[in-house]
């Protein structure tokens, strides 16, 4: 598989072209299966490390950290979305973050139109899960579809917790913001969501694979094959140190850490063994690289 990785520039609007430079964007690009597959940013989070790494064993935490020279006050994770194109189909995974959920983030539109992909242009997008830097882009500032010719995806399990009204009491305190922000988006979107189950086909040639422990429906997505098979992982994979490093270790961006642990464990195996390409939502490089083991452990290694 040949990936190219480029970088381009991107117009923000008739305000922009007349009193600011253009943005440059850098796009990694590749051919899986029957479709182009691109990697577009949305951004990034601005999250503390304690997010992280709070309730570790510190003194191998930071063995493990060492090599990486994270900072030590906040992490700003990547969030890179998924694009597969070809004739009939423009795709998307997942929805980015929108103008409501954090500053650094909601960028997905100019990495777009880097793409050469206008809004009304997508088919399709296919959400991994429901949390805000997932799903919360779907609405424009106005409350408008962003998407406004789109069929949606969701995982019939995902589908169901975010609707439940129950959830936002059990979510904790700290979450409840998303179960009500997800309610009120699938809620414009219901009459256009198509539903799903672990091992279905969602789209032609795109797998659906249950990656249960972030959220509680989180899924994951396969296509194409042999040497080219790539995993569209979300997060249940979800940064480049602490879980390849140890992906036992519980995360506390994990809704049910035991599970999502366990989750983690069983594809980075599979993905080591059968050198299954991945593309991980906050991964750097543009999210797309393999994964090597490193003795009882494991690395990510980006592809560009």
């Not at 072209?17 to 990034?44: C, K, M, W």
């Not at 700003?76 to 009939?88: K, V």
């Not at 922000?181 to 279905?200: K, M, N, Q, Y």
Request: with cysteine; aromatic share 8%; glycine share 10%.
């Amino acid at each position: 598989m040949k990936v190219n990785r480029r970088r381009v520039l991107a117009g923000m609007g008739a305000a922009a072209l007349a009193h600011g430079p253009l943005r440059a964007f850098a796009l990694t690009s590749t051919q899986i299966g029957r479709y182009e597959f691109v990697s577009v940013s949305d951004g990034n989070l601005v999250l503390p490390r304690s997010f992280f790494f709070d309730g570790l064993p510190q003194e191998e935490l930071a063995q493990v950290l060492a090599p990486f020279d994270l900072p030590q006050d906040q992490l700003a994770p990547p969030c890179n979305l998924a694009l597969l194109r070809n004739d009939e189909r423009v795709i998307l995974f997942d929805a980015g973050a929108g103008p409501a959920f954090m500053p650094s983030a909601g960028s997905l539109s100019e990495s777009l139109d880097a793409a050469g992909v206008a809004p009304e242009a997508v088919t399709d997008v296919v959400f991994t899960h429901g949390h805000p830097d997932h799903l919360w882009g779907v609405l424009d500032d106005f409350d408008d579809l962003v998407f406004p010719n789109a069929r949606y995806h969701m995982g019939q399990v995902e589908w169901d917790y975010w609707r439940d009204p129950a959830t936002v009491e059990t979510i904790g305190a700290a979450r409840a913001a998303f179960a009500v922000g997800a309610a009120r988006r699938l809620a414009v979107i219901e009459d256009r969501v198509t539903l799903f189950s672990d091992g279905d086909e969602v789209l032609p040639g795109i797998m659906a694979q249950a990656s249960f422990g972030h959220t509680p429906g989180h899924m994951s997505f396969l296509l194409g094959g042999r040497s080219d098979a790539l995993m569209i992982g979300g997060d249940a994979i979800g940064n480049h140190h602490l879980a390849f490093a140890r992906p036992g270790w519980a995360s506390g961006s994990d809704q049910d850490p035991e599970r999502g642990a366990k989750t983690r464990q069983r594809l980075l195996e599979r993905l080591a063994d059968e050198r299954i390409w991945l593309m991980g939502f906050h991964l750097p490089q543009g999210g797309l690289g393999r994964v090597e083991r490193r003795g009882e452990s494991y690395r990510f290694v980006g592809a560009a």
